[in-house]
């Protein structure tokens, strides 16, 4: 069974810094893919950044990078010059060979002024 | 979002009547997926429909809940007799081909369905 484990349920950052959100996965198939969504306060899930599992390079979308160690199976994500934009909860997900994502608990991110 | 609809949006619904969801995927999409989120909750895995088949419903509760995909139309969620711990917001994806979300995989907005 494929499974998302979140560790922080809160996070702050202060305006213009980065931060970082953990994601640590486990699965048994050797392909896979790793997903981060942003849900902000209005409720729908916005996709962010995808790494698929045979990647050499970490994926990276505009201020948005993920940290893809396969040998620890974590795929944090990174997220540089935070704005207040950015307070939501973001979700990690994974995705199995039978096409389902499996979804962690979700870090709350507060962007302070 | 990304051309995957949901409606209604919100939708209220007294106990023991029938909530009826629906999602109309993205253009050249066969494949919808239905997630459920309680209150406080990570996303979860509902059931996974090709047109007019049923590919995975593991995750669906085995009474009340029913999802179709007919050749023609919206993927349907139905369910039957609500209860107020159906009270989630209910969302749907699509996908291109079996199993395969490709490099993104987009949700709909989503229907929020409060049972009263």
């Known amino acids: 069974a494929q499974k998302i484990t979140q560790t922080q349920p809160g996070m702050f950052v202060q305006e213009k810094e980065a931060v970082t959100l953990d994601c640590t996965y486990d699965?048994?198939?050797?392909?896979?893919?790793l997903f981060w969504y942003k849900q902000p306060s209005s409720g729908e899930m916005i996709f962010l950044i995808y790494?698929?599992?045979?990647?050499?390079q970490n994926a990276t979308e505009g201020r948005y990078s993920l940290n893809f160690q396969k040998a620890r199976k974590s795929a944090n994500l990174v997220i540089s010059a935070s704005q207040l934009g950015d307070s939501a909860m973001y979700f990690c997900?994974?995705?199995?060979?039978?096409?389902?994502?499996?979804f962690g608990q979700g870090t709350e991110l507060s962007v302070k002024p | 979002n990304a051309g995957v609809m949901q409606n209604p949006r919100h939708l209220v619904r007294r106990r023991g009547q029938e909530a009826r969801l629906r999602c109309s995927p993205m253009?050249?999409?066969?494949?919808v997926y239905w997630y459920r989120q309680l209150p406080e909750e990570g996303l979860k895995f509902m059931v996974y429909?090709?047109?007019?088949?049923?590919?995975?419903e593991s995750g669906m509760p085995k009474e009340r809940f029913s999802a179709e995909f007919p050749k023609e139309g919206p993927s349907i969620l139905r369910i039957q007799q609500v209860v107020r711990g159906d009270s989630a917001a209910y969302f749907c994806?699509?996908?291109?081909?079996?199993?395969?979300?490709?490099?993104?995989?987009?949700f709909g907005q989503g229907t929020r369905l409060t049972v009263v």
């Open positions: 790494q698929g599992s045979y990647d050499q």
């Open positions: 994806a699509s996908s291109p081909r079996l199993g395969d979300w490709g490099t993104e995989a987009f």
């Open positions: 253009k050249g999409h066969s494949h």
């Open positions: 429909l090709q047109k007019e088949n049923i590919i995975d």
């Open positions: 699965t048994s198939d050797p392909s896979y893919g």
């Open positions: 997900a994974i995705k199995n060979q039978g096409g389902k994502l499996i």
